[in-house]
């Protein structure tokens, strides 16, 4: 029973994703977004329950983890998103701490990285570079002072 709900979600999930571009969120769409994301989850988790009448505690424990790492992770994922938004605007005006030479934005990039419950995080933010010593600056502001 436990895998049945992580492959049923996890189809339904990357078939949504794979569809659809990653919007820039704005903070002042992420409580929205949440509460939506939220709802979605909970009805997951009631579907899956009515689906399995006789799980135990631990299968129950289970399903109902997998969807809130799965929550945890898409927060995660657009709180830094927002974040890289408004990094992307102030990306201007940077220097380099080793030769306080002006950055240059270089593109944009993304990481992935997985969180502590297993789910997979991708954000995409600027690339600066110095073209000074060619140090590389990702995100902005890990390394680099203001001018």
Same mark, same amino acid.
């Given at each position: 029973?436990?895998?049945?709900?992580?492959?049923?979600?996890?189809?339904?999930?990357?078939?949504?994703?794979?569809?659809?571009?990653?919007?820039?969120?704005?903070?002042?769409?992420?409580?929205a977004?949440?509460n939506?994301?939220?709802?979605?989850?909970? =009805?997951?988790? *009631?579907?899956?329950? @009515?689906a399995?009448?006789?799980? &135990?505690?631990?299968?129950? /424990?289970?399903? +109902?983890?997998?969807?809130?790492?799965?929550l945890?992770?898409?927060?995660?994922?657009?709180?830094?998103?927002?974040?890289a938004?408004?990094?992307?605007?102030?990306?201007?005006?940077?220097?380099?701490?080793?030769?306080?030479? =002006?950055?240059? *934005?270089?593109?944009r @990039?993304?990481?992935?990285?997985? &969180?502590h419950g297993?789910? /997979?995080?991708? +954000?995409?933010?600027?690339y600066?570079?110095c073209?000074?010593?060619?140090?590389?600056?990702?995100?902005?502001?890990?390394?680099?002072?203001?001018?």
């Amino acid at each position: 029973m436990r895998q049945e709900m992580v492959d049923w979600r996890r189809g339904k999930e990357l078939s949504q994703e794979s569809r659809r571009e990653k919007p820039k969120m704005q903070p002042e769409d992420l409580q929205a977004r949440w509460n939506a994301q939220g709802e979605d989850i909970f =009805a997951a988790v *009631a579907q899956w329950r @009515a689906a399995h009448p006789r799980a &135990t505690l631990a299968e129950i /424990e289970y399903a +109902v983890d997998e969807q809130m790492n799965r929550l945890r992770a898409r927060m995660i994922e657009q709180a830094a998103q927002a974040s890289a938004a408004a990094e992307s605007e102030t990306s201007q005006g940077l220097v380099c701490e080793q030769c306080g030479q =002006a950055l240059q *934005a270089r593109g944009r @990039a993304k990481r992935r990285w997985q &969180t502590h419950g297993g789910q /997979e995080v991708e +954000v995409e933010r600027t690339y600066v570079t110095c073209p000074q010593c060619g140090g590389g600056f990702f995100p902005p502001r890990s390394g680099i002072t203001g001018a």
